[in-house]
């Protein structure tokens, strides 16, 4: 199987968009009070990096180039890539808008070897979109997922299933999938810091330290035992991204950052499926590698990222850090069901097609409609005249300690 990573996504679009920026920093953000969702190489090697604040950015890279994002022809693109790899296999498995398995099995006949099916799929989504992307061709999801991450930037890196377990033995314990940074600690303080470690360590010890169903899935890994097919059929049934502060941080505004930026995120990825979610999860690990979860249950599923960024803050707000800076902000939503038959307000999208006139609320500092909770700060679901304007969300009161 193969599975395609599309290298820095939001920016290698606005980069073909705009080729006379190659070779200059920018950043893919909104630049009055927003953060930083994607940067090109010039910019990351100046330390710019997502979430971070563009005030920030802009002090580290006063050169650099902002640009706004654009939602609407990031998901155009990707359907278009999308399409590109079901013209190999009609199996193929899309995860978020820049990623996607492939079951090439049935196409070799016609194709060829898998290595002559990447270069391929490079090949056309560098000729019809400007952009590209990494590939890793292994036996199992795990080791390919592996191998594009190593392959990147474009690049295809090949495990023939007989080289998996040395390629696995050779790579930290924390690149295995499911290795947050307190189990990679806890499994160091045991000694466990490559995958050959982990492999050759006894099973019942393992469990110990990061519990019975993680550390059976994590020894499977360890030994290259990856069950799962590509699944073309596949619902998902949450959605989730987060963010790592190196560094920590104690700053309430930039952990407020993050959020808004995860919210925008997953609410957009649950547009693309056409998906809303009825839970909001938010995780935070502080530098002390404590980690709390916080949930809410709310009573009408919503795809808004307005909607979920209140609950996300509320949830943020009411978890005891103890003082401690904030490693990782983690958001999930949950409890995902079709958008079909849901009454809702229209999309960022959809409402930017309508006139001018039709809108409501007005944000009184640009004088027109926005999104200012959004971390994309793209246009905002407003509720046009003769709507009703009250939120589509309430939230189920519970115990968060």
């Given at each position: 199987?193969?599975?395609?990573?599309?290298?820095?996504?939001?920016?290698?679009?606005?980069?073909?968009?705009?080729?006379?920026?190659?070779?200059?920093?920018?950043?893919?953000?909104?630049?009055?009070?927003?953060?930083?969702?994607?940067?090109?190489?010039e910019?990351?090697?100046?330390?710019?990096?997502?979430?971070?604040?563009?005030?920030?950015?802009?002090?580290l890279?006063?050169?650099?180039?902002?640009?706004?994002?654009?939602?609407?022809?990031?998901?155009?693109?990707?359907v278009?890539?999308?399409?590109?790899?079901?013209?190999?296999?009609?199996?193929?498995?899309?995860?978020?808008?820049?990623?996607a398995?492939?079951?090439?099995?049935?196409?070799?006949?016609?194709?060829?070897?898998?290595?002559?099916?990447?270069?391929?799929?490079?090949?056309?989504?560098?000729?019809?979109?400007?952009?590209?992307?990494?590939?890793?061709?292994?036996?199992?999801k795990?080791?390919?997922?592996?191998?594009?991450?190593?392959?990147?930037?474009?690049?295809?890196?090949?495990?023939?299933?007989?080289?998996?377990?040395?390629?696995?033995?050779?790579?930290?314990?924390?690149?295995?999938?499911?290795?947050?940074?307190?189990?990679?600690?806890?499994?160091?303080?045991?000694?466990?810091?490559?995958v050959?470690?982990?492999?050759?360590?006894?099973?019942?010890?393992?469990?110990?330290?990061?519990?019975?169903?993680?550390?059976?899935?994590?020894?499977?890994?360890?030994?290259?035992?990856?069950?799962r097919?590509?699944?073309?059929?596949?619902?998902?049934?949450?959605?989730?991204?987060?963010?790592?502060?190196e560094?920590?941080?104690?700053?309430?505004?930039?952990?407020?950052?993050?959020?808004?930026?995860?919210?925008?995120?997953?609410?957009?990825?649950?547009?693309?499926?056409?998906?809303?979610?009825?839970?909001?999860?938010?995780?935070?690990?502080?530098?002390?590698?404590?980690?709390?979860?916080?949930?809410?249950?709310?009573?009408?599923?919503?795809?808004?990222?307005?909607?979920?960024?209140?609950?996300?803050?509320?949830?943020?707000?009411?978890?005891?850090?103890?003082?401690?800076?904030?490693?990782?902000?983690?958001?999930?939503?949950?409890?995902?069901?079709?958008?079909?038959?849901?009454?809702?307000?229209?999309?960022?999208?959809?409402?930017?097609?309508?006139?001018?006139?039709?809108?409501?609320?007005?944000?009184?500092?640009?004088?027109?409609?926005?999104?200012?909770?959004?971390?994309?700060?793209?246009?905002?679901?407003?509720?046009p005249?003769?709507?009703?304007?009250?939120?589509?969300?309430?939230?189920?009161?519970?115990?968060?300690?």
């Amino acid at each position: 199987m193969l599975h395609v990573e599309l290298d820095a996504f939001f920016a290698s679009v606005e980069l073909a968009r705009r080729p006379q920026l190659r070779g200059r920093p920018m950043i893919v953000a909104v630049s009055d009070g927003g953060v930083v969702l994607a940067a090109t190489d010039e910019a990351r090697a100046l330390g710019v990096d997502r979430p971070m604040p563009v005030a920030t950015a802009l002090t580290l890279c006063p050169q650099a180039v902002v640009v706004s994002p654009d939602p609407a022809t990031y998901r155009e693109v990707s359907v278009g890539v999308m399409a590109v790899l079901r013209d190999v296999t009609a199996i193929v498995e899309q995860v978020g808008l820049d990623s996607a398995f492939l079951d090439v099995r049935g196409a070799r006949r016609r194709l060829g070897p898998p290595s002559d099916i990447a270069a391929r799929i490079r090949s056309r989504v560098r000729d019809d979109f400007g952009l590209t992307c990494s590939v890793g061709i292994a036996s199992t999801k795990a080791v390919a997922v592996l191998a594009s991450s190593l392959a990147g930037p474009d690049g295809v890196l090949l495990v023939p299933k007989a080289a998996a377990l040395s390629f696995l033995r050779a790579l930290p314990v924390g690149a295995l999938g499911g290795v947050g940074q307190r189990a990679e600690a806890a499994l160091a303080s045991r000694g466990v810091r490559t995958v050959a470690d982990l492999a050759d360590s006894d099973l019942a010890v393992v469990q110990r330290v990061v519990g019975a169903v993680a550390g059976s899935h994590l020894f499977d890994l360890a030994w290259g035992r990856d069950p799962r097919p590509v699944d073309p059929e596949r619902a998902e049934r949450s959605v989730g991204a987060d963010v790592t502060f190196e560094d920590g941080a104690a700053d309430v505004c930039a952990i407020e950052l993050a959020a808004l930026e995860l919210a925008e995120r997953c609410t957009a990825r649950l547009r693309q499926r056409g998906r809303v979610a009825r839970t909001v999860s938010v995780t935070v690990r502080t530098s002390d590698l404590r980690t709390l979860t916080r949930s809410r249950t709310l009573t009408t599923p919503t795809d808004v990222g307005r909607e979920v960024n209140l609950v996300a803050r509320t949830l943020l707000a009411g978890a005891d850090l103890g003082g401690q800076p904030v490693r990782l902000v983690g958001l999930r939503l949950e409890g995902l069901s079709a958008a079909s038959g849901l009454v809702r307000d229209p999309t960022p999208e959809e409402a930017s097609d309508l006139p001018d006139s039709r809108w409501r609320g007005v944000d009184p500092a640009v004088g027109q409609p926005c999104d200012v909770s959004g971390a994309a700060a793209v246009w905002a679901s407003a509720t046009p005249v003769g709507r009703p304007a009250a939120s589509t969300t309430t939230i189920v009161p519970s115990d968060l300690s």
